[in-house]
C-alpha cells in the first residue's frame, strides 16, 4: 500500500474515529431525550462554517445535486439513526448498520459499474460479524420500526457515498465546499422536523454548550471533510469499510471513559471488525487500475451527468 495511499485512509478513518465518541458525548454532556435537536445543532452550524470559510455556492444541477446528497447522508440519515437507537435494545443498531459495506458493494455494481468480488462481500459479512459481537446484547423482541429505521437509515447513509462517488464535484470545488453544501442542506431538513416532533430549543447549560461545540466542530464539520474528501481518493468500498471503527471506538470509550466492561467475546468481535476493515482497504494486485483520484466532474471524468455504537452508540 502507498504511503500516500496509506495517509488518506489514515486521515478518512479519523471520520468514523470521531463518530464513534458521539454516543458517550451526547449521553454525559447533553439533554436527553433530544435527538433531533442534536442532529441539527451537529449539522447546521457546520455546514454554515464551512460555506462561510469556502464562500462557494452550488451551481446548475449542483443545487439539487447537493440537496439529494445532504438528504442522504445528513438530513434523513441522522433522524433515522437516533429513531433506531432509541427504540432498539443495545447495540442493535449499530450491529444493523454494520451492514452497511454490503449495501455499499451492492450500490457499487448498480452506479458505478465496479463488480463485487468474493473478498468483498466475505469482508463485509466478516465486519458485520464482527460488530454484532461488539455491541449486540441479550435482548428480548425488537422493535419492527426500529428495525426499519435502522435499515433505512444505513441504507441511506450508503446511498450517500455510492453517489458521492459518482458525481464527483464541479470544477474548481473542493471537498471544504461540498461538505458545507451538505450539512446545510441537511441542516435545513432536520430542522422543522425537530421544531415540530420535540419543540422549541431546551436552555443550555456549560456542559451541553461544550458537548455541542465538540459534535458541531470535531466530530461534524472537520469529521465530514475528512471523510468526503476521503470519498474522492478511495474507492466507495474501500470508505466504507472504514465504517466498523465508530462503534469500535464507542466500545473503547465506553471502557477507557464509562467504566463500561469489555469481554472476551466483545474483543474477539473488535479483532474480527479491525482486521476486515483493514482487509477491506487492500486492492487487487491483478487489476490494477487507473490510480484513484481526488473528485473531478463527471464530465472531466468522461462521462454523462446521471443520479449519481455498546449500546444505542451512533455511528455517525
Known sequence: MAAGRSTVIALTALAPVSWGTTYAVTTEFLPADRPLFTGLMRALPAGLLLLAVARVLPRGAWWWKAAVLGALNIGAFFPLLFLSAYRLPGGMAAAVGSVGPLIVVGLSALLLGQRPTVRSVLTGVVAAFGVSLVVLKAAGSLDALGVLAALAATASMSAGIVLTKRWGRPDGVGPLALTGWQLTAGGLLIAPLALLAEGAPPALDGSAAGGYLYLALANTAVAYWLWF??????????????????????????????????????????????GATVAGQLTPRAKAAAPSRPFSSPSKNGRKDSMDLTDPALRR
Open 229 to 274: 474528501r476521503g470519498i474522492g481518493r478511495l474507492s466507495a468500498t474501500q470508505a466504507t469499510f472504514l465504517g466498523p471503527l465508530s462503534p469500535l471506538t464507542a466500545a473503547v470509550v465506553g471502557w477507557a471513559a464509562l467504566g463500561q466492561a469489555l469481554t472476551p467475546v466483545q474483543l474477539a468481535g473488535m479483532a474480527l471488525a479491525f
